[in-house]
């Protein structure tokens, strides 16, 4: 049975910087697609960033410049690195990763104080 499981949220202040990780149990044969979702407080869930099997990285606006995700297939780990975090990113992150199915991890609380 696959399982993500999100890591590395918390408490910073604006300008800081963290780095997510989502560690995936299990074996998923046939990824097409990697990516970091976000939710706020009363918003919809938003692609953040998303990567291809091929390497090819997609980015919200709002984000490009200051997130970068990257994988390690052998440890089977997906990473969001967020630098010059704004209160705007506060929100719940999840991993998602997509074959024929999509797996989604519960997520990981990001809160961004100004």
């Known amino acids: 049975q696959v399982q993500l499981v999100e890591s590395g949220g918390g408490l910073v202040e604006a300008g800081g910087s963290l780095r997510l990780s989502c560690a995936a149990s299990?074996?998923?044969?046939?990824?097409?697609?990697r990516g970091w979702y976000r939710q706020a407080p009363g918003k919809q869930r938003e692609l953040v960033a998303s990567l291809t099997s091929g390497g090819s990285t997609n980015y919200a606006d709002s984000v490009k410049d200051r997130f970068t995700i990257s994988r390690d297939v052998a440890r089977k780990m997906l990473y969001l690195q967020m630098n010059n975090l704004k209160p705007e990113d506060t929100a719940v992150y999840y991993c998602?990763?997509?074959?024929?199915?999509?797996?989604w991890g519960k997520g990981t609380l990001v809160t961004v104080s100004s």
């Open positions: 998602r990763i997509s074959n024929r199915y999509d797996y």
């Open positions: 299990g074996s998923i044969l046939g990824v097409n697609t």
